[in-house]
């Protein structure tokens, strides 16, 4: 409980590293925040017109019967980025703080609690922007209640493997260019940009369909898609599911960089 206690005592030092990284993320640009909207638009637009206008692919019916393939991927897209800000970002303020942890004495999951934060509020703002078109458009349910729940799972799951991946990153640099081609392996393993029906049900004598929609990414998505996209509650055994894979994962590479990054400063 003493890691607990002492990330709380450092509320101020987390909420400080959460707006340094916010104030830096677009310092000097003339569109600012707009490009955390362009980025992911531009690739709902590109994904759109090649597997929607050219291969002609139509998403399954959402909650109120339509089928708009730029909604169903972008309900997707949500979570993934979501999970990929958690699985990447770590890295990346552990080693922003480097010079600040030989010089004083704090602890180092700060830095990567404050940096969550303002990749969560990024996400949050997506998130927003879907359940506002999804109003809008008329395919709103209560099933969105379970969005905040879900995304709260899909963070501690992300975070949780970021946190393993910043101390083997401070060891060995290769780290983050291999997550970078793992994550864009597995962007496409995971059924984002087309549903998961459209899998074969076995190949090379595998249960493929099975062991894709079986994968815990698999079914972070799914259950975003169920809030937001098909406007209904996920099934209970995919809710409590979720929850303890987030929780247990969190809570394993949370202790796993605390107990390895007492003397962190020193190979960063």
């Known amino acids: 409980m003493s890691q607990f206690q002492t990330i709380w005592d450092s509320r101020p030092l987390v909420a400080n590293f959460a707006q340094r990284e916010l104030k830096s993320r677009y310092r000097r640009s003339l569109l ?5 909207l362009i980025n992911p638009m531009t690739t709902i637009l590109i994904y759109t017109l090649v597997f929607s206008v050219i291969l002609r692919a139509e998403p399954p019916p959402a909650g109120d ?4 393939f730029a909604l169903y991927l972008f309900s997707g897209l949500v979570p993934w980025t979501l999970f990929a800000t958690m699985v990447n ?11 600040l942890l030989r ?3 704090f ?3 700060a830095a990567i609690f404050g940096g969550a934060v303002a990749g969560a509020v990024q996400s949050l703002i997506e998130a927003g922007i879907l359940l506002v078109i999804m109003i809008g458009i008329g395919n709103a349910s209560w099933a969105m209640l379970q969005l905040p729940y879900v995304l709260l799972c899909f963070t ?17 640099r290769d780290v983050k260019y291999l997550v970078g081609v793992a994550l864009n392996v597995l962007f496409f393993l995971v059924p984002i940009v087309y549903p998961g029906s459209i899998v074969p049900e076995s190949r090379w004598g595998l249960p493929l369909r099975n062991i894709i929609e079986m ?3 698999a079914q972070f998505v799914a259950a975003v898609r169920d809030a937001t996209y098909f406007g209904q509650f996920s099934s209970p055994a995919r809710l409590l599911g979720i929850g303890i894979v987030g929780a247990v994962v969190f809570v394993v590479g949370w202790t796993y960089f605390v107990k390895r990054s007492v003397d962190i400063a020193e190979e960063l």
Not at 89 to 99: I, Q, S
């Open 32 to 36: 600012g925040w707009l490009w955390s």
């Open 65 to 68: 019967g339509s089928k708009t």
């Open 89 to 99: 970002g770590p890295m990346d303020w552990l080693n922003a703080v480097a010079e």
């Open 103 to 105: 010089k004083i004495s």
């Open 107 to 109: 602890p180092a999951d």
């Open 156 to 172: 501690a799951f992300g975070l949780g493997i970021g946190f393993v991946l910043s101390i083997a990153n401070a060891h060995f």
């Open 215 to 217: 994968n815990p990414l």
